[in-house]
C-alpha cells in the first residue's frame, strides 16, 4: 500500500513538502525517489519481507524516508526513536539505522549510522548526504503480491500502566485507517504540526492518509511549547492537536494563534475545566477524541458537536467502529451502567510482538479490551472514568 501511494504522492503532489523539520523541506517527489533508493539499499543489506528494521533514529525526514522504504521492500518498521532503546529486546530485528551517538554498542546486530543529529537543519532542499551510504541510486525490488495480513509497522503501548507491548499493523489494518480518514479524496489534508513522535500511533499508522491527502507534516525533532506555537504561527497552521498535558501548556503560555480553526484533544481524557478554557481562550471548536493503541481507530466529538459533549465525553464511535461495554467476566452491559470499555474495527491491531500471553486482551467476538473504564449514555456518547480493577497493564 505504502509503495503505491508514495508513487501517486509524488505524481499529485510533486514539489509539495511533505515532511517540514524547522526549515528543512522534503517533498513528496524527493520521498518516493529516495525510499526507492534506501530500499535498494536496504534489500542490498539482506532485509527481506517480514524482517523488522527498527528506527532509533530522531523525528524527522529520515524516519519517514526509512519506513517508506521498508514497507516498499515489505520489512517491517519498528519506531523506537532515540529514547525508548529497551524496546529493542523485544523485536529481534534484522536492522537498526539510528543516527551519532544514540546507541551504546550492540554486538551480533547489523547497525546502520546515518549522519544525522537534533542540531542545526538549516538546508533549505532536503540533502540526500542525510543518508549516508545507505540509498543505492537503483531501482527498489519489484513489487510482491498483495497480502492484507502482512505485517508493517510495529508501534508501542504508552507503559503507563505496565511493561510496553509491540503492537503490529499490517495491511489490513492500515488500509481501514486510510478508508476511514481519506476514502477516495485525493489532496484535501491541510498542514498539521504532529504532536507525538513519529513510531507512534498517530503517525506510524496514518500515514496513508498523509499520503493520500497530501498533508504537509511539521515535526518536531523534540516537542517544546515554544517549539509547538512557533510553527503553528509562522506557517498558519489551523488545527491545534495533542494530549491534554501538551495542551494545557500551549493554553499556559498565552501565546495568540490568529489562525487556529479547529483544537483536538486526544491520548487521554480531557478534563472539562481544560475544554472550556481552551475554547473560551481560541473561540473555536474543541474536539475530544479517545482511542487505545490496540484500537487503530476510536471515538470522537466532532466540531458541529454541542460544546457540552467535549466536555463530558469522548463522543461517539467513528463509522466502522463498534463500542461495547462489558463486566468482568465479559457480559454485555447495558446503558448507563460502567464497565470495561471494548472496541472493535477492520484497524484493531493483528496481535502483540512475539504472541504474548496478554494474547487475551482479545474476546472471542474481535472486540479488544483496553483497560478503561467507561459507559455508554442514551445519546451514545461514551464517558470515562479511569481503569477498571481487574485490567492488565497495558
Known amino acids: 500500500m ?29 520521498l518516493d525517489r529516495l525510499s526507492d533508493h534506501v530500499a535498494a539499499g536496504l534489500a542490498h543489506r539482506g532485509a527481506r519481507i517480514g524482517d523488522v528494521v527498527v528506527l532509533a533514529l530522531p523525528d ?67 540533502d540526500p548526504a ?20 502482512r505485517p508493517v509497522v510495529i508501534t508501542f503501548t504508552s507503559g503507563r500502566t505496565g511493561p510496553p ?26 498542514a498539521r504540526l504532529v504532536p507525538h513522535p513519529l ?41 491545534l492537536q495533542g494530549s491534554p498535558y501538551q495542551l494545557s501548556r500551549v493554553l499556559d503560555c498565552g501565546e495568540n494563534l490568529p489562525d487556529l480553526a479547529l483544537v483536538l484533544s486526544g491520548g487521554a481524557p480531557a478534563a472539562p475545566e481544560l ?14 477524541r479517545y482511542v487505545c493503541t490496540e484500537a487503530g481507530l476510536g471515538l470522537g466529538t466532532r466540531p458541529d458537536d454541542p460544546p457540552e459533549d467535549a466536555e463530558a465525553s469522548v463522543g461517539k464511535p467513528r463509522s466502522g467502529v463498534d463500542v461495547s461495554i462489558r463486566d468482568e467476566e465479559g457480559r454485555v452491559l447495558p446503558h448507563e451502567q460502567p464497565g470495561e470499555v471494548l472496541l472493535r474495527s477492520e484497524a484493531v491491531m493483528s496481535g502483540y510482538v512475539g504472541n504474548s500471553t496478554d494474547q487475551p486482551v482479545f474476546a472471542k467476538d474481535g472486540f479488544v479490551r483496553t483497560g478503561d473504564r467507561g459507559y455508554i449514555d442514551h445519546t451514545g456518547r461514551l464517558h470515562l472514568e479511569g481503569r477498571v480493577p481487574w485490567a492488565a497493564g497495558s
Not at 509503495?3 to 528543512?24: I, K, M, P, S, Y
Not at 549516508?132 to 510482491?144: H, Y
Not at 481552551?278 to 474536539?287: E, F, H, I
Request: proline share 10%; net charge positive.
Open 199 to 239: 513510531g507512534r500511533l498517530g503517525f506510524a499508522t496514518r500515514l496513508p492518509v498523509f499520503l493520500q491527502t497530501g498533508r504537509t507534516c511539521h515535526v518536531l525533532p523534540k516537542w517544546s511549547v515554544e517549539g509547538a506555537t512557533r510553527v503553528l504561527r509562522e506557517h498558519g497552521i489551523g488545527v
Open 275 to 288: 475544554i472550556r478554557a481552551l475554547r473560551a481562550r481560541y473561540g473555536v471548536p474543541v474536539c475530544n
Open 165 to 190: 507491548k509491540g503492537v503490529v499493523f499490517g495491511e489490513r489494518q492500515l488500509e481501514a485507517i486510510r478508508a476511514h480518514g481519506a476514502g477516495a479524496r485525493w489532496g484535501t489534508g491541510e
Open 2 to 30: 505504502l509503495r503505491l501511494l508514495a508513487g501517486e504522492a509524488a505524481r499529485r503532489f510533486g514539489g509539495r513538502a511533505a515532511v517540514v523539520t524547522g526549515t528543512t523541506r522534503l517533498t513528496f517527489a524527493d
Open 60 to 126: 524527522g525526514p529520515e524516519f519517514v524516508i526509512c519506513y517508506v522504504a521498508a514497507a516498499k521492500i515489505g520489512a517491517v518498521t519498528a519506531g523506537t526513536g532515540t529514547e525508548r532503546l529497551e524496546l529493542l529486546a523485544m523485536l529481534n530485528p534484522a536492522l537498526v539505522i539510528t543516527a551519532p551517538r544514540v546507541l551504546p554498542s550492540l554486538p551480533g546486530l547489523d547497525v546502520v549510522t546515518l549522519p544525522v543529529d537534533d542540531g542545526d537543519r538549516a538546508r533549505q532542499p532536503y
Open 130 to 149: 542525510r543518508l549516508g551510504g545507505l540509498p543505492r541510486a537503483e531501482p527498489p525490488p519489484p513489487p510482491f503480491p498483495p497480502d492484507p495480513s
